[in-house]
Nanobody
Framework: QVQLVESGGGSVQAGGSLRLSCLASGTSISTYYMAWFRQAPGKEREGVTFIKDATWTNYADSVKGRFTISKDNAKNTLYLQMNSLKPEDTAMYYC??????????????????WGQGTQVTVSS
C-alpha cells in the first residue's frame, strides 16, 4: 500500500511561488494516477490538478497558467509548482493517488490513498 507525505507548504505574499512535493513510499507510483486537491476552511475539497502520465494533465480553471504538476517516477515523487500565487489559493493541499480508471479526475472517491496535507497561506 502506497503512503504519501507532502512537504513544501508555507506562507508567501501574493505573486510569490511555492513548490510542493509528495514523496511516496510502499510501492512505485509509476502506474498510479495522481492529483493535488485543496481545501480551504468552510469549503469543500476541490481538485487542483491531475496527472496520468507525462503527456496527460488536467488543471482547474482557477490555476491554469500558474500551476504545473509533474511526477518523477525515479524519485517516486509528485510535485506542484505554484507561481503567481493569490490569496484565494490559501488552503490545505493534499496529494492523492489511485489505480487507473476511466472518468472524471475530480471525483475524490476514485483515489485510494491521501497524504496528510500541507498548508499554503498567501497574504495580500
Amino acid at each position: 500500500q502506497v503512503q504519501l507525505v507532502e512537504s513544501g507548504g508555507g506562507s508567501v505574499q501574493a505573486g510569490g511561488s511555492l513548490r510542493l512535493s509528495c514523496l511516496a513510499s510502499g510501492t512505485s507510483i509509476s502506474t498510479y494516477y495522481m492529483a493535488w486537491f485543496r481545501q480551504a476552511p468552510g469549503k469543500e475539497r476541490e481538485g487542483v490538478t491531475f496527472i496520468k502520465d507525462a503527456t496527460w494533465t488536467n488543471y482547474a480553471d482557477s490555476v491554469k497558467g500558474r500551476f504545473t504538476i509533474s511526477k518523477d517516477n525515479a524519485k517516486n515523487t509528485l510535485y506542484l509548482q505554484m507561481n503567481s500565487l493569490k490569496p484565494e489559493d490559501t488552503a490545505m493541499y493534499y496529494c492523492t493517488a489511485g489505480p487507473p480508471w476511466s472518468g472524471s479526475w475530480l471525483s475524490t472517491w476514485r483515489y485510494t490513498v491521501w497524504g496528510q496535507g500541507t498548508q499554503v497561506t498567501v497574504s495580500s
